[in-house]
């Protein structure tokens, strides 16, 4: 994971950790795609969340951070629904925002009062969240931190005294009901140049134009000397659709409003009417009026596009960086609670620097497993511990009987809370891994260069040479797609190896003299210790539970002869028929 340089809900800030990357099939082997797929339906969010827990760390303050923030959010769903609203706002803002723009020159003063409706939005939802954060039963340092964080933007950006800046403009800006223009003719009555005379608070009145105009034309005494206006003026709305074959239409030449004549003007309207029918005549008299709007009210203006540059990016970049890390704790927080409502069992798990165990789990089990059942109290949960004496189990049992199950929920203990999540146990008290390597069975058409037992062999050996003292390592039927004696002889030099770099490693397979090596590996290691671990059975039934002791014979060779018929007793029983 990259160094955050600015405030970040994931660690600290000021945190220099280092992140390892799970390789590309952890999630897999584990059963963890399954989870992040349900977590959400936009794609999206899917790589974002696969990608946090994919990003390992064995800082015990960054799972700590992690995992304070997610308890204050699966704890305040109320806190959850805000967010998730304002964030939708955020992202709706986002989408249909005019704030890309990168300059205002070429932009009216309408369109920037667009933008300063947006902005006011912006705000609002700033202060929104900031009190939204600001409930007394949030504890956690990095939500604490958050809310200063939105307050020193807040204050930063003068968010306040924005605010007060936007009403008055908005204000100011409501009072504009109508425009007064003045018009220049020459002797043929042609338009040589237009200019603003005042922008007023009342719309003008319908009236008859035609009668009016009339009035002005015929009586010398209408003729007025000067060009100020005495407010003896009136206005004919015009119907844009409805007059479009006969009236004239206003074209924009070398800066200046011409007039020309429609061809099927109405004798008694054509001197009379004026109206913008062609788009890109209309276009231009309205940036013609936007340009002479802003010059008289050109303060409001620069006040308005300056505050616009100055503080746009404060409210987007900087609260819109932080969704993604929200939404994660979210979408994570909604689902464990459904979860929970279902009955699953789920606890805060303790994250420890050194000393004693490495790992203590208490009353877990498969979260893929739990998320496909229907009645989660048929789950069977089961105790683990990691120590210097139990560094390397060695799992063996009945084919069916929980191995691989077990296997995936030591991983995904770990990949869920370092991910600072609730993990399902009823405690879980662990040293976090730099990484987590998983060596399960590959598919057929990876295997076909180098065959099986070598592409087993070669893929052991990167995982190994990556693993360090504080790596996970969990091996499903390593060496399993050979004869006995010959994965028997590699099986037992890998966990010798594994032994002396004291990687804790849990390595389920079938070969039971294995397990039984268990006691002489441990006595010729002194780094850390091998234990024989085994899936329990209850008069010949699959218990799923896991228990220090040796190998329960040929329950492997047993179970597949069963499954095929050909036990003694089968074989008799199906010859007699």
Known sequence: ????????????????????????????????????????????????????????????????YRQQVFADIIRLPELRRTMTELFGK?????????????????????????????????????????????????????????????????????????????????????????????????????????????INKKPFKKSGIVSSFADAIASKDKLRETSDWDGDMHYQLID???????????????????????????????????????????TNSTFYLDNVVNKMLGSLVKKL???????????????????????YYIRCAEFISGLTEKGCVFCEPQPVSDGGASMQASGFYN???????????????????????????????????????????????????????????????????????????????????????GEECVRFKEMFSQSTGKSLLLLNETFSTTSFEEGYYIARDSVKAILTKAVRTIYNTHMHKLGEDAAELDRESTAAGAASLVMRTDDGKRSFKVALAKPEGSSYAKDIAEKYGVTYDMLISGDAE
């Open 367 to 453: 979260l893929k497993l739990a998320m496909n059942m229907e009645n989660v109290s048929d789950i069977v949960a089961n105790d683990l511990t990691f120590d210097k004496k139990h560094t390397v189990y060695i799992l063996t049992g009945a084919n069916r009987g929980g191995k691989t199950t077990i296997t995936q929920a030591v991983g995904q203990l770990f990949v869920l809370a370092q991910g600072g999540l609730f993990v399902p146990a009823e405690s879980f008290r662990y040293v976090p891994c730099d990484c987590i390597y998983t060596h399960f069975p590959a598919d057929e058409d990876k295997t076909m260069d180098l065959g099986r037992l």
């Open 90 to 198: 955020i992202q709706f803002m986002k989408d249909f925002s005019t704030m890309h723009k990168t300059s205002d020159e070429e932009l009216g003063l309408w369109h920037l009062f667009h933008r300063l409706d947006e902005l006011d939005s912006y705000i609002r939802t700033v202060e929104t969240m900031r009190d939204c954060l600001s409930d007394e039963r949030i504890h956690s340092e990095g939500l604490t931190s958050l809310r200063e964080h939105i307050s020193g933007l807040y204050e930063e950006a003068c968010f306040a005294e924005m605010k007060k800046d936007i009403a008055a403009l908005k204000m100011k800006v409501s009072d504009v009901q109508s425009v007064t223009l003045g018009v220049n003719v020459n002797e043929r009555f042609e338009a040589v140049s237009i200019g603003l005379v005042s």
């Open 240 to 282: 844009r659709e409805e007059k479009r074959g006969i009236i004239d239409y206003m074209k924009n030449e070398v800066g200046l409003l011409g007039v020309q004549s429609s061809l099927a003007s109405d004798a008694r309207t054509k001197s009379t009417i004026v109206s913008t029918i062609n788009d890109s005549a209309a």
């Open 305 to 327: 596009r300056d505050t616009l540059t100055k503080y746009a990016n404060v409210a987007i970049v900087n609260v819109s960086a932080l969704v993604p890390e929200f939404i």
């Open 1 to 64: 994971m990259d160094k955050h340089t600015g405030f970040s809900l994931l660690q600290p800030v000021g945190t220099d950790a280092g992140y390892r990357r799970l390789p590309d099939n952890v999630l897999h082997d584990l059963g963890l795609e399954a989870f992040c797929q349900a977590l959400s339906d936009d794609a999206r969010e899917r790589r974002m969340i696969t990608n946090v827990l994919s990003q390992m760390t064995d800082d015990v303050k960054v799972a700590a």
